[in-house]
């Protein structure tokens, strides 16, 4: 009786465990892969009146979330074509540098996590440029485009939204390679030493990388290797951010590969912190294309260190002393300066160099424009008419002029 007693016990107990195990599973939720029914973009109330895109910001679309089985957080990015053509992106027509490769439509790059976004105006004329590669005097009055949302979730095919048409009024845009992808430093050792990240704080408290010589940059998205080289002291702390005012997107002392833990540590913010002894000149590279950043000794000849530096040209008469005056970027107490900058309006294209001192004994010049590296006694910087933010770093001869919106 006892034996049948512990047999009926195990055989309830396995009952329920089985039972509880069974009930588990069916409350865990299964991702399944959406229908393409199931994500409708809708038609917006708009559609059938034209949109000037040189008047107008934002463009507004809603769609319904794919059914992936339960409530998840997708991408989404918006795609436009002329033709109703999804076969080659314009991404994928600009990798091809012989120029024979044509784009039927273009994915704009902002993401979305809910079910609306926005089109960009400027971003959608200069898609449209480059899938039609319209002539200045030849751009349609009117111009009818087809619009369709991507939802991309890690585990699941990419789906497609339906189809909705939209009338646009498009404008010649000049198309021109992308601008290189900028990163800033910000901390109590970078510029003022405020932490301030702004974009008013450019040139003050924040300070950005800058390309490298023989570097290749990636045509369409502007990615490729940024670096600062400059004096770094004992105690002084750090980080990198991406978008001015932004704390989200940041390369912290964890971001970092193959940190050197007897030059450096982290805190509980994040930060990269100096030790006691470490202080010294260092390079640090960005790849904006991996995302792979490092700090690294700078070995070179000791930097001299110069108390002005201006920037004489044809646009005032090649003046070394009193030409576009550059001002020091690291001010906080104890700084040793290696980076200037100054706000620069040229009325017409000219050329110009970088000079330090008041005179010509030390001067940095280059033909690239305008981003490159300036060399002692180099040839004159070809610079373009326009409103620009002038960065130049007197170690390297890194030198940037930054488009002012």
Same mark, same amino acid.
């Given at each position: ?14 009952? %329920? ?57 997708? &991408? !989404? ?30 994915? $704009?790059?902002?993401?979305?996590? &809910? ?53 646009? $009024? ?18 109590? %050792?970078?510029? *003022? ?21 023989g570097e290749e940059y990636d045509k369409a998205t502007g990615t490729g290797k940024i670096s600062y ?30 940190? *050197? ?11 990269? %912190?100096?030790?006691?002894?470490? &202080?010294?000149?260092?390079? $640090?590279?960005? *790849? ?9 000794? !700078? ?33 906080? *107490? ?27 004994? !030390? ?7 305008? !981003? ?34």
């Amino acid at each position: 009786m006892k034996n049948i007693f512990k047999s009926s016990l195990l055989l309830l107990l396995s009952i %329920c465990l089985f039972t509880a195990c069974e009930d588990d599973n069916d409350s865990n939720p299964v991702l399944q892969q959406p229908t393409t029914s199931s994500f409708k973009l809708n038609t917006p109330s708009y559609a059938a009146t034209a949109i000037d895109l040189a008047t107008s910001t934002e463009i507004p679309f809603t769609w319904s979330q794919p059914d992936y089985g339960f409530p998840v957080a997708a &991408q !989404y990015q918006l795609q436009v074509s002329i033709a109703d053509s999804w076969t080659i992106s314009t991404d994928e027509a600009a990798a091809d540098e012989s120029g024979a490769t044509k784009a039927d439509y273009a994915t $704009i790059e902002d993401i979305f996590s &809910q079910a609306k976004g926005t089109l960009n105006a400027a971003k959608l004329a200069k898609a449209l440029q480059q899938i039609a590669g319209w002539a200045q005097d030849a751009v349609p009055a009117e111009q009818e485009i087809k619009v369709r949302v991507m939802s991309v979730l890690a585990g699941a095919e990419t789906i497609y939204s339906n189809v909705v048409t939209v009338k646009t $009024i498009p404008y010649y845009v000049e198309l021109k390679d992308a601008a290189p992808v900028l990163w800033y430093l910000v901390g109590n %050792c970078i510029g *003022d030493g405020s932490w301030g990240n702004g974009a008013d704080k450019i040139g003050t408290g924040l300070i950005p990388l800058m390309t490298i010589a023989g570097e290749e940059y990636d045509k369409a998205t502007g990615t490729g290797k940024i670096s600062y080289t400059g004096y770094f002291p004992a105690g002084g702390q750090f980080k990198m951010v991406q978008i001015p005012g932004n704390w989200d997107i940041q390369k912290n002392f964890d971001s970092f590969s193959g940190i *050197d833990a007897t030059l450096f540590e982290g805190n509980s913010d994040g930060n990269v %912190c100096i030790k006691d002894g470490a &202080q010294g000149y260092y390079t $640090i590279t960005l *790849d904006t294309k991996s995302g792979d950043v490092s700090i690294a000794p !700078y070995t070179a000849t000791t930097p001299n260190v110069f108390t002005s530096m201006a920037m004489p040209g044809g646009q005032n008469g090649w003046d070394a002393a009193a030409g576009n005056v550059m001002s020091p970027t690291f001010t906080y *107490d104890g700084a040793e300066n290696h980076l200037w900058t100054t706000q620069l309006v040229l009325e017409a294209d000219n050329e110009l160099k970088f000079a330090a001192n008041g005179g010509w004994d !030390y001067n940095w010049g280059a033909t690239e424009f305008p !981003y490159g590296a300036g060399t002692q006694n180099g040839a004159n910087i070809p610079a373009k008419a326009g409103n620009y933010t002038v960065f130049l770093n007197d170690i390297t001869g890194q030198y940037m002029f930054i488009a002012n919106e």
